[in-house]
Nanobody, 123 residues
Framework: QEQLVESGGDSVQAGGSLKLSCTTS????????MGWFRQAPGKEREGVVALDGDGTTTYADSVKGRFTISRDNAKNTLYLQMDNLKSEDTAMYYC?????????????????WGQGTQVTVSS
């Protein structure tokens, strides 16, 4: 059974950095698309960044130039490097995966979700 476990969330000051990790297990699909989503209190879930199986990345405009997604296939781990964090980045961050090569930021393409890791940025 596919499982995704996020880690790395924390409380930081504005301008700081965090690196989130998402470790997958039981995933049998090759070149799957994976992504990071977030949900702030009282707001809808939004896509942050996606990494398609063909290597294409799609970033939300709000994080372009500040966040970087990467994947270590040998470790079955997806990362999200977040720099120059802002208070509006405060949210629960979720890792997601899908049995497709191309997903982009369309959340309905993703089948598997982690439990989330909390990121809090104070100004």
């Amino acid at each position: 059974q596919e499982q995704l476990v996020e880690s790395g969330g924390d409380s930081v000051q504005a301008g700081g950095s965090l690196k989130l990790s998402c470790t997958t297990s039981g995933y049998t699909y090759s070149n799957p698309c994976m992504g990071w989503f977030r949900q702030a209190p009282g707001k809808e879930r939004e896509g942050v960044v996606a990494l398609d199986g063909d290597g294409t990345t799609t970033y939300a405009d709000s994080v372009k130039g500040r966040f970087t997604i990467s994947r270590d296939n040998a470790k079955n781990t997806l990362y999200l490097q977040m720099d120059n964090l802002k208070s509006e980045d405060t949210a629960m961050y979720y890792c997601a995966a899908a049995p497709y090569v191309v997903c982009g930021l369309r959340s309905n393409r993703y089948r598997y979700w982690g439990q989330g890791t909390q990121v809090t940025v104070s100004s």
